[in-house]
């Protein structure tokens, strides 16, 4: 089984999990660190490693999922997936949005966390589009 941390700048990471809640429930296997202008860089080193030991006591594999690629929490949670010290495998993706979260939960049950990783990426990136006018207009409403 894996483990799923969101790693954020900011409230970010608790907004998701809030929403998520509300569509899904309770997110099993889900935690989250978030990086505060108060507690700075050290602080969320220190909490994601706790995190990162934490957690890989009790999975295959940690899936963190970033807000964005080269930001602090990317570059911490790399640090880890790159470690040869890490005792879980660690697989990082940036981008994080909530169908993503949504859908992480669907494979929380597997072991092979670079799989579901890659998994994620592409169906997420299905769930993006870009609102357009209908060709021909309709009398129904939204």
Known sequence: ???????????????????????????????????REEGGIETFKQEFAHEIELRSQQADGILVLCDMQSGTPWNVACCHAFSPDTLRPVAVICGVNFPMLLMSMDYIGDNDVFDVAKTLVRQAAETMCCATPPLAQSDEEF
């Open 1 to 35: 089984m894996i483990h799923v941390i969101l790693a954020t700048h900011g409230k970010l990471a608790e907004g998701l999990l809030d929403s998520a809640r509300m569509v899904y429930g309770e997110l099993a296997r889900t935690s989250s660190v978030s990086l």
